[in-house]
């Protein structure tokens, strides 16, 4: 219990018991780690990722069963200890990536990766040491893979509601490659909201999205009931 509270019973109140790993970055003790007693965020968090959800990290050879084909991005090691992202370069993938980069919302893309880039760093910090450059970072055991797509999914949700907004001032209209048909933005930004929001629903992160003013996701209903 005392690692579910951080230490802190008297002042980390955590129901649930696993709001550790779904900190918010306007989270106090995020900002001031100093403050919890003993153990460090960093280090209290790497010890319910591995020893109360039993996750684990690991690396993928990208070329193996078709592991990226229909993913936009993506984390993967850098050939020199570290992890960075990586926006999807295949011909699969091209023709979505290109409208979104035409309206703006690429960056929800990177958005959602560079979250997940931070979890792994946190929770896995040498998974790609000694790891060749391109493998794909991953999180393996049973439900870990929900728990680490909460909080991506509703940072990248935050960013493409606030582009959705733009449009419906201004709208925009794109086609790619030498395509009759154009689409307008924002029914672009709007479907991929909708399969963020299925998402978000699928891995039981929560009954609000990024937009409901306070929102707080939650790890899924299964794993609680594993704990």
């Not at 055991?141 to 959705?164: D, F, H, Q, R, T």
Request: hydrophobic fraction near 30%.
């Amino acid at each position: 219990m005392q690692l579910y509270v951080r230490s802190n019973p008297s002042i980390w109140v955590d129901p649930s018991g696993l709001r550790l790993l779904l900190a918010s970055p306007d989270d106090p003790f995020e900002k001031e780690p100093s403050k919890i007693p003993g153990l460090t965020c960093t280090e209290i968090e790497k010890e319910a990722f591995v020893k109360v959800f039993g996750c684990s990290c690991g690396t993928l050879d990208p070329t193996e069963k078709n592991i990226l084909q229909g993913v936009l991005g993506w984390v993967e090691c850098d050939g020199n200890g570290g992890t960075r992202v990586k926006i999807s370069t295949r011909p699969s993938e091209e023709r979505t990536l290109c409208f979104y980069k035409e309206c703006g919302i690429d960056t929800c893309v990177t958005a959602h990766e560079g979250y997940h880039k931070r979890q792994y760093e946190r929770y896995c910090p040498k998974v790609c040491e000694k790891v060749k450059e391109g493998q794909v970072v991953a999180v393996s055991g049973a439900g870990c893979y929900e728990v680490m797509e909460c909080l991506p999914i509703n940072v990248g949700l935050s960013c493409l509601i606030k582009a959705k907004a733009g449009f419906a001032a201004q709208d925009k209209e794109v086609r790619f490659k030498n395509e009759a048909k154009s689409y307008k933005c924002s029914e672009i930004v709007q479907q991929k909201i909708n399969t963020d929001e299925g998402r978000f629903k699928k891995y039981g992160c929560g009954g609000m999205f990024p937009q409901a003013a306070n929102d707080q996701p939650r790890v899924p209903s299964r794993l609680e009931k594993s704990r």
